[in-house]
């Protein structure tokens, strides 16, 4: 997954483009909305805009097409996403699935504070995780879950020095989600929720003293023009969502849904790779260094973790996060996440403490 070339990304869509035609000459003509990532976020806007406008066309002969706008472009905040896609305004649409946590905590479940330290571990755990997601998908917002993709991953981002965990106390942050806030809190410092257009002046003017997002995503959305450090400890990876209205769906014939599907598990491969090297080069990107292909060069100071620190994290995320999480989802909740994310990751939840 890790360092993953141009080449090989091409040689995944293209056995794509193989394996499909065959039933394209069998589609209707289908155009669709939908509601695509932030524009700003450059490694996974080039992704979604390729698969809607150029993949999807050819991998259907041009029966299926579509109106793709960003949300941002759009006005539209991440959480309202799924809302747009239930009332049918939209058929497809993407967001972070994390931020859907305030209607349903599973939500949030592959994607805890400190869960997964590396990129193959959060798919591995998403994947595990998969058929939660989807069910409260349809239940809560008549949608169908149709692939997952990420960020790279979640890191702070200070407008002045930290050199450890202990300097965040007392600082106010910027988080997106409940997991991270259970985390902040747990070392006390103090969270404040908003949108990820809404944090460049927020830190310009002080209104936070840090903020969390991905390595890459930060970087291409103008962070290090208000930032100087960034502390890498993971605080997640900002798990997106792809998918439709299940009434739409319902409309499509058993052959297009069949193309969608086959079509998604491309675009969720496709999503994963472009993260794997945008994460390999988000260090480069950030110091000024080559290669740096999916962003743009700044003068960050790059704050290593201390082996101390490694371990404060991964009791908060075990004895804080987990149980914190536990709590608002339920035992019958955390007792699936133990028999799923829990057999990948030989964590448990400890149900006699929700």
């Not at 805009?49 to 960003?70: G, L, R, T």
């Not at 591995?124 to 991953?153: H, I, S, Y």
């Not at 794997?276 to 060069?297: L, V």
Request: charged share 20%; net charge negative.
């Amino acid at each position: 997954m890790r360092r993953l070339a141009t080449s090989a990304l091409t040689a995944l869509l293209s056995g794509a483009l193989v394996a499909i035609p065959a039933a394209a000459d069998d589609l209707p003509e289908v155009r669709v909305k939908v509601i695509g990532n932030y524009s700003t976020v450059q490694h996974v806007a080039k992704v979604e805009q390729e698969f809607w406008n150029k993949i999807v066309p050819e991998m259907s002969n041009n029966m299926v097409s579509a109106d793709y706008v960003h949300q941002d472009l759009m006005g539209i905040k991440d959480f309202q996403v799924l809302r747009l896609i239930k009332l049918g305004t939209t058929q497809f649409g993407v967001s972070d699935i994390s931020k859907m946590a305030g209607d349903d905590p599973t939500f949030e479940g592959c994607d805890l504070a400190g869960l997964a330290l590396d990129i193959g571990m959060a798919r591995k755990v998403c994947e595990a995780w998969k058929p939660a997601m989807d069910r409260a998908m349809q239940a809560k917002f008549n949608a169908k879950l149709l692939a997952l993709g990420t960020n790279p991953p979640q890191v702070f981002w200070c407008r002045d020095d930290v050199a450890g965990i202990g300097d965040l106390k007392g600082r106010k942050i910027r988080v997106f989600n409940k997991t991270m806030a259970d985390f902040i809190q747990a070392i006390g410092g103090t969270t404040i929720s908003m949108a990820f257009g809404e944090v460049v002046p927020a830190l310009q003017r002080g209104v936070v003293d840090c903020a969390v997002t991905g390595t890459t995503s930060g970087n291409s959305a103008g962070w290090p023009e208000v930032t100087t450090h960034i502390y890498p400890m993971y605080l997640g990876w900002s798990i997106n969502f792809q998918a439709v209205n299940l009434d739409a769906w319902n409309s499509f014939t058993p052959e297009t849904q069949e193309f969608f599907l086959k079509a998604f598990a491309v675009l969720e491969d496709n999503m994963w790779a472009t993260a794997g090297q945008s994460t390999d080069e988000a260090d480069n990107c950030n110091t000024g260094r080559d290669p740096c292909t999916m962003g743009t060069k700044a003068n960050m100071t790059i704050v290593e973790v201390s082996d101390a620190d490694r371990e404060v994290h991964k009791g908060l995320m075990e004895n804080v996060v987990l149980v914190e999480w536990g709590k608002r989802c339920g035992s019958e909740c955390a007792a699936e996440w133990n028999d799923t994310i829990g057999q990948v990751t030989g964590l448990q939840i400890p149900l006699d403490k929700l």
